[in-house]
């Protein structure tokens, strides 16, 4: 996926619908999944609401328009991924077993 869009908060705008990547990847809300950039893969959690999230904690979440955003409560997902603008992202489901 692309990043479309990085707020002031370091909050980023992927280029893909939540609802149809949750479907494609077999994902529920409360599910771990890697957020994977060229440079780092941070694991995190698939929330309603990132501001609900423990502080410092990677959240994939469904924006106002229904694309996926990554966020980190209290802190800058683009810096903790070291990523941009165009950059590509990777989300892939982590298995317990």
Request: net charge negative; with cysteine; hydrophobic share 40%.
């Amino acid at each position: 996926m692309k990043v479309l869009y990085i707020d002031k908060y370091g909050n980023v705008k992927l280029s893909q619908y939540f609802e149809r990547i949750v479907k494609e990847l077999n994902l529920s809300i409360g599910d771990e999944v890697d957020v994977c950039s060229i440079y780092e893969c941070v694991k995190a959690y698939l929330v309603n609401d990132f501001s609900t999230s423990s502080p410092n904690t990677l959240v994939v979440y469904e924006d106002s328009f229904g694309f996926i955003e990554i966020a980190v409560n209290r802190g800058s997902a683009n810096q903790l991924l070291g990523i941009d603008n165009n950059d590509l992202v990777k989300l892939c489901p982590l298995k317990n077993e």
